[in-house]
């Protein structure tokens, strides 16, 4: 099966906002993703939970497998960016 | 400050008024978490795998259905994350093999959340701080299939006055514009329920115990200015005082100009801020605090240099002048970067300014970041948790070697209160936290449910500490404000003032009640108030609740 090896970039890692533009993304795509970290269990990519669970922080190397190749680039460039960066903007429209 | 309300209503119940305002409403009770039943032997179990199915999906779709209706963004986001997380499909999954295997629907979802719960608490940090929303999701997953209201704040499907034992942050950021008001049974004037309603400009009254016989759909009338709750109250009599609320909305709302009292003593109103969000209707007279927290949370390594500077300017670019205060984290707010060990007594632990003890290289970057983005703003820098004068006289030598001069120390600790003089001879300007300064000087940690009376800022040996402050700030020539939720409490801001306190530094929505509260007397008016105030306590001759109370008292009047 198809894999692609990603550090992750964002600051806080898959957690908080990260994690769920990413689980929303994996969502979206609607193919089987899953995604581990080493030789750890892997998790299905559409799981919040599941991917909370691999504690991964900034720089973590994590591996995402699935039959779709385009899915899988699509959810690299995203593990690849920053995502905390455009926080400050996502406060300012706060409240 | 309000009249009188036209006809006297049934019964009243009392407590603690905390946020300004009167207003009235039918009750809506936060829901309690539900108990779980004893297990029930299954006869039928695909029936219960279509339960819990059923009952993730309605959790999912009340989370996304408030996620739709929410005020804020922060709010949006968080319904968003805990709406995810009822919809997940690993733990789906395994709450629909528990319940094939033959447990009832609720205790498989029990279980299954059980399990999650414990991975995430495993890996610590923040990611075991999201075992606190699976607490949420399992009581209103289990709420759901037992067919008990779901917990957490209520939605009527229109506006109410909010009843609950206590609120928590979670809570409280997903309060919506239905909220009216809001009354707690626990909870004190520095909870976080009492911080909220006053930034949102909600009537609020905490530490109300005989708010617990309250029951939904009941009218009321809370006056968040007294602390008095009318219960039994006709619907034209709600509406008089919602209409009249509004009214004195606008008009304080409409208010404009410098704080000052009746004959033009200058009291400057400033802002407290977390970020440059806080300052999107602009920044009045300046900015009185400027907590840098927010930076620093959720971090595993500190923010750059660059990264602090660019955060800074954003603020001082909105302001003619602001106030910043150093880190203020440690074991009582603990940031995964500073990787502190737990303490057992956090609050009188590494916090603070001590935090530089272990951390030096922290508050250099952090000093070197101010200095850097200051650019025209007039910037003052104070640190946090201040206790003697040694520790005033190094944190100004380092503010200075980096280019900042006007450097102040923030008075929290009784210690720094006694030695307002000698600080005064190393720094420029004192800035009274009353909030932690009342914490430290009864003895009574700030979120005590059962100590409320002792936290209130009215509270005269707290107001000596204050009016010590103040003497010294005038004798050495040098301002001493007030940046404590005591600083926004409109009947207090003329005893502040009366001391000698030269600003006041607030949430924006605090502004115009304390405003007009000070443009209401004159300066020598206020100088008698403080004088009354230091001797006999504020409260206890101008608010008939704080006549002392027997203890555990509803105080419920017929």
């Known amino acids: ?95 | 400050m309000s009249e009188p309300p036209p006809a006297e209503p049934p019964g009243s119940l009392l407590g603690i008024g905390v946020s300004p305002g009167h207003t009235a409403g039918p009750v809506a009770r936060m829901a309690a978490p539900p108990e779980l039943p004893a297990r029930r032997p299954v006869v039928d179990p695909p029936a219960e795998v279509k339960a819990v199915g059923a009952a993730l999906e309605a959790v999912a779709a009340e989370l996304e259905r408030r996620a739709g209706a929410a005020a804020s963004a922060e709010a949006v986001a968080i319904l968003e994350a805990q709406a995810m997380m009822a919809a997940d499909p690993m733990l789906r999954e395994e709450a629909e093999r528990l319940a094939s295997e033959g447990l009832d629907a609720a205790h498989a979802l029990d279980a299954a959340f059980a399990a999650h719960r414990e991975q995430l608490v495993a890996l610590g940090g923040y990611f075991g701080e999201r075992a606190a929303d699976l607490d949420d999701l399992r009581n209103r997953a289990v709420a759901a299939v037992l067919g008990l209201p779901m917990p957490g704040i209520p939605s009527p499907g229109h506006p109410f006055v909010l009843v609950a034992a206590d609120l928590s942050p979670a809570d409280t950021v997903t309060l919506g514009p239905e909220v009216l008001a809001i009354v707690t049974e626990q909870g004190g004037p520095t909870s976080h329920t009492a911080i909220l309603a006053r930034a949102r400009g909600v009537p609020a009254i905490v530490a109300c115990p005989g708010a617990a016989a309250l029951a939904d759909g009941d009218p009321v009338a809370v006056d968040g200015d007294t602390g008095r709750v009318d219960t039994g109250i006709r619907e034209a009599f709600a509406q008089e005082i919602r209409v009249r609320h509004g009214l004195e909305r606008a008009r304080l709302a409409a208010s404009r100009g410098p704080g000052r009292t009746a004959d033009g003593h200058p009291v400057p109103l400033l802002l407290n801020v977390g970020s440059a969000a806080d300052l999107r209707d602009g920044a009045g007279e300046g900015v009185g605090l400027f907590r840098t927290e927010f930076l620093f949370l959720d971090r595993r390594t500190p923010p750059s240099l660059d990264e602090q500077v660019a955060a800074y300017a954003a603020v001082f670019e909105r302001s003619p002048k602001v106030v910043v205060r150093t880190l203020d984290a440690g074991t009582d707010k603990p940031l995964p970067f500073l990787g502190l060990p737990p303490e057992p007594n956090p609050a009188l632990g590494l916090r603070g300014l001590r935090v530089d003890r272990v951390r030096p290289a922290v508050l250099d970057t952090q000093l070197a970041a101010i200095a850097q983005a200051a650019g025209d703003c007039e910037v003052w820098v104070m640190a946090p948790m201040v206790a003697t004068w040694q520790e005033a006289r190094d944190f100004a030598e380092r503010a200075r070697a980096h280019g900042l001069t006007r450097v102040g120390a923030m008075v929290e600790i009784p210690a720094a209160a006694l030695l307002a003089d000698l600080l005064l001879e190393y720094v420029d300007f004192l800035s009274v936290g009353t909030n932690d300064l009342g914490q430290y000087t009864f003895a009574a940690d700030r979120m005590h449910p059962g100590l409320a009376d002792l936290l209130d800022p009215g509270q005269p040996a707290l107001l000596r500490l204050v009016a010590d402050c103040a003497r010294a700030g005038r004798d050495a020539g040098k301002p001493v404000g007030v940046c404590g939720e005591a600083a926004g409490d409109p009947r207090l801001a003329p005893v502040l003032a009366g001391l000698g306190v030269t600003s006041l530094s607030m949430s924006a929505a605090s502004v115009p009640a304390v405003r007009e509260s000070l443009a209401g007397v004159t300066f020598e008016e206020c100088r008698v108030l403080a004088e009354q105030a230091l001797s006999a306590g504020f409260r206890e001759r101008h608010d008939r609740r704080w006549k002392p109370r027997p203890s555990g008292a509803n105080a419920v009047e017929a």
């Not at chain 1, 198809?2 to 964002?10: F, G, L």
């Not at chain 1, 995402?64 to 995203?78: F, K, N, P, R, T």
């Open chain 1, 1 to 95: 099966m198809p894999e692609r090896t990603v550090a992750v970039a964002s600051r806080s890692g898959l957690h908080a906002r990260p994690a769920k533009l990413f689980v929303q993304e994996a969502m979206r795509l609607g193919v089987p993703v899953k995604i581990r970290v080493g030789d750890r269990k892997q998790v299905p990519a559409n799981s919040m939970l599941g991917v909370l669970s691999l504690g991964a922080v900034q720089g973590t190397v994590v591996t995402l497998s699935g039959e779709d190749e385009a899915a899988l680039d699509a959810l690299v460039a995203l593990l690849a960016t920053d995502l905390d960066a455009d926080t400050e903007q996502g406060e300012a429209r706060d409240e």
